[in-house]
């Protein structure tokens, strides 16, 4: 008994050390198509032995930057609303280290490397600030943190239904539980999510529905970098809190943080899909809760400037730039003008 015990074993452990080999090769001819069939859409700029992707668009001042949220679209995020911001002025996206066409930074995440790694591709590009930052979600955080750092290089802000950096605490304070896995959960992610990428797994789970208006070819282009950007997405999972740590020094730097620099906050207030609710476990009386949690922390950011305002956008998910890109487009505009006013 105990022979075929270890002959079975042996057999299992061999399976599996064939997957691994046939997984990674399959990885490796699956990056390397990408890279042939889907090449940047704008320029690699070299940051300093490594390359970022910078796609700018259009012509004027100030210059536009959009910073996506927590998600591998990177620059695509904004395929919605690039081509009508750059009709009113110049506008770049860009992807994130280790996101889409970027290079991987190694090491761990950090806010304020990533907002001088944007400063660095802004810079080499050639764009010259200062600029109107517009984040979306964590992109938030992230443009707060580079207003922090590079104040004089920033005009405006747009917040896209921006995280604030006291939402974990205050879900918690609601429900009783943080509104991200459990840390021990994040950190074995952070540690064999990028194995496992390597051996082809990120490709065997399902994608998600297509975001509105994308074309089959963002798509397709979306899915073949996916895999790559799963190790980097993870990373700045794994540094959430000190990521909400860096925006909350630059909130507690005075009554107006961000100073009198014109500022637009929009809220997604469109209620959750039926897909949503089974997969998050809302009823009412939570969903009301989430919802007024999630106002009142955008109503906080719009006091960060002494010129902002804060719109609801019922009709629109998360991702308002892709439900209205209208009026995204419509507070870039606003911003844009408003800088412009000042010059």
Request: hydrophobic content about 45%; some cysteine.
């Amino acid at each position: 008994m105990k022979k075929w015990i270890h002959r079975i074993a042996i057999g299992v452990a061999g399976l599996v050390l064939l997957a691994a080999v046939v997984g990674a090769a399959v990885e490796t001819v699956a990056r390397r198509r990408a890279v042939r069939d889907f090449p940047p859409r704008g320029e690699l700029v070299d940051i300093g032995g490594r390359r970022m992707h910078l796609d700018c668009r259009g012509a004027g001042q100030p210059v536009v930057v959009l910073e996506a949220g927590l998600d591998n679209y990177g620059s695509l995020a904004w395929s919605a609303v690039h081509d009508s911001i750059a009709a009113t002025t110049r506008v770049c996206a860009y992807d994130r280290a280790g996101i889409m066409w970027s290079d991987p930074a190694g090491g761990a995440f950090d806010a304020g490397r990533a907002a001088e790694d944007l400063r660095t591709a802004l810079v080499r590009a050639g764009e010259r600030g200062p600029w109107v930052l517009v984040g979306h979600s964590l992109g938030g955080p992230y443009a707060t943190t580079f207003a922090g750092r590079f104040g004089d290089d920033v005009a405006g802000l747009v917040f896209v239904d921006a995280s604030h950096p006291e939402q974990g605490a205050r879900f918690a304070e609601i429900e009783g539980e943080q509104p991200f896995p459990a840390r021990a959960i994040m950190g074995t992610l952070t540690a064999v999510g990028p194995a496992l990428t390597r051996l082809g797994v990120a490709r065997l789970v399902p994608g998600g529905a297509a975001p509105a208006g994308w074309t089959p070819e963002l798509r397709a282009a979306q899915e073949a970098y996916a895999s790559t950007s799963v190790a980097a997405m993870l990373a700045e999972l794994g540094a959430i809190d000190a990521t909400f740590a860096s925006a909350a020094r630059v909130r507690s730097f005075g009554e107006r943080p961000l100073g009198d620099r014109p500022l637009v906050v929009l809220t997604a207030m469109a209620p959750p899909s039926p897909d949503e609710r089974e997969r998050e476990g809302f009823d009412a009386e939570r969903e009301v809760r989430i919802r007024e949690a999630w106002k009142a922390l955008h109503e906080d950011e719009a006091t960060w400037s002494s010129r902002s305002r804060h719109q609801l956008v019922p009709d629109a998910g998360h991702y308002i730039q892709f439900d209205r890109p209208d009026v995204v487009v419509e507070a870039v505009r606003e911003v844009v003008a408003a800088v412009r006013g000042r010059a």
